[in-house]
C-alpha cells in the first residue's frame, strides 16, 4: 500500500486503449457514483455517448456534467430501475437523444445491508436486493433487446464475486448476484443467434459503499489489500471501466456468457 489517501487513489483516469467505441451509445444504471459512475466514465473517453441512468438528480446530473466537462457526451435520466416503465422510458430517451443503443449496463443494486449471517437478515432487506439485482436485470434486458438486436449490441450486468464463492455474511447480496450470473448464461444463449452477446463484470474496487464501511472498519481494506496479489484495490474508472469497454468493443466479439472477475487477483479460485 501507498500512503495515498482513498479520495486521491479514485481519481484515477481511464486509459481505454482509444475511440473504439466512437458513434455508440450507451446506458449505465447506477452511474450516479460509484463503479457506475467509473464505468460510464471509461465507456465515454471511449467515445461512446453515455447516459447517466440514476435515482437522484443530486448524484445523477454532477456525474454527467464531470462526462460532459471532459469533452463528452453524457445525459442524465431519472431511473428507478425497479419499475419497468422508468426503464422503458430510459431507453426511449437514450434512443431518441442519440439515435440508437449499443450497450446496456446493469449495475444498480440496492445497499447488501450489515454483514451477518442468514439468521440475522431482516425480511426488508431481501425484496430490495432481488428487486434490483434480479427483477432489474429482467427489466433492463426485455427493454433494451429490441434495439440491441439492430446494431448488434451488448448487455453487461454487474455481479460479484461473492456470486461466485458465496459469502457468510451477506447472504443475500451472495445470492441475488450468482443469480445475475444464471441470467447471463441463460440471455447469450438466446440472444446468441442474434449477435448480440451478454456478459458480467464481477469487481472488487472503491466505491462510496466501500469508503463508509473502512470507516466504519477501519482494519477492512487492510485485509482486502492483504488478500490481493496487485497489492491495491481497484478504481472504478481505470481499473474496471476499461473492462466495460473491452466488452463492448469489436475485441470482445466472440466473447458471450462470462463473468470477467476484476479484483487484482484476491479471488484466485475463480
Same mark, same amino acid.
Given at each position: ?6 479520495? +486521491? ?13 466512437? =458513434?455508440?451509445?450507451?446506458? /449505465? ?6 463503479? =457506475? ?14 447516459? /447517466? ?14 462526462? *460532459? ?18 426503464? +422503458? ?10 439515435? =440508437? ?28 436486493? /432481488? ?16 434495439? &440491441? ?37 441463460? &440471455?447469450?444463449? +438466446? ?31 487492510? *485485509? ?15 481499473? /474496471? ?30
Amino acid at each position: 500500500m501507498t500512503g495515498d489517501t482513498m479520495a +486521491e487513489r479514485g481519481k484515477a483516469e481511464p486509459r481505454t486503449g482509444g475511440r473504439v467505441l466512437e =458513434g455508440q451509445v450507451a446506458i /449505465i444504471t447506477g452511474a450516479g457514483q460509484g463503479i =457506475g459512475a467509473g464505468i460510464a466514465s471509461a465507456l465515454a473517453a471511449a467515445g461512446a455517448a453515455v447516459v /447517466i441512468a440514476a435515482r437522484r438528480a443530486a448524484n445523477g446530473e454532477p456525474a454527467a456534467e464531470s462526462i *460532459r466537462a471532459a469533452g463528452h457526451e453524457a445525459v442524465f435520466v431519472r431511473c428507478d430501475v425497479t419499475e419497468a416503465a422508468d426503464v +422503458e422510458a430510459t431507453v426511449d430517451e437514450a434512443v431518441k437523444r442519440f439515435g =440508437g443503443l449499443d450497450i446496456m449496463v446493469h449495475n444498480a443494486v440496492a445497499p447488501a445491508g450489515r454483514p451477518g449471517g442468514v439468521q440475522f437478515t431482516r425480511s426488508d432487506m431481501i425484496r430490495p436486493q /432481488i428487486a434490483t439485482a434480479t427483477t432489474a436485470s429482467f427489466l433492463c434486458a426485455r427493454a433494451s433487446l429490441p434495439h &440491441l438486436r439492430r446494431r448488434p449490441g451488448t448487455l453487461i450486468l454487474l455481479t460479484s464475486p461473492a456470486g461466485v464463492e458465496g459469502s457468510a455474511n451477506l447472504p443475500i447480496y451472495a445470492t441475488v448476484k450468482a443469480t445475475q450470473r444464471g441470467i447471463v448464461k441463460s &440471455l447469450a444463449r +438466446e440472444w446468441g443467434p442474434d449477435g448480440v452477446r451478454v456478459n458480467a463484470i464481477a469487481p472488487v474496487a472503491l466505491t462510496p459503499a466501500m469508503e463508509a464501511a473502512v470507516t466504519a472498519n477501519p482494519d477492512l481494506e487492510t *485485509r482486502l489489500v492483504a488478500r490481493t496479489p496487485l497489492g491495491r484495490l481497484g478504481d472504478a474508472a481505470a481499473d /474496471i471501466g476499461p473492462v466495460a469497454v473491452f466488452l463492448a468493443s469489436s475485441s470482445a466479439r466472440y466473447v458471450t456468457g462470462q463473468t470477467i472477475v476484476a479484483d487484482g487477483g484476491g479471488f484466485l479460485g475463480l
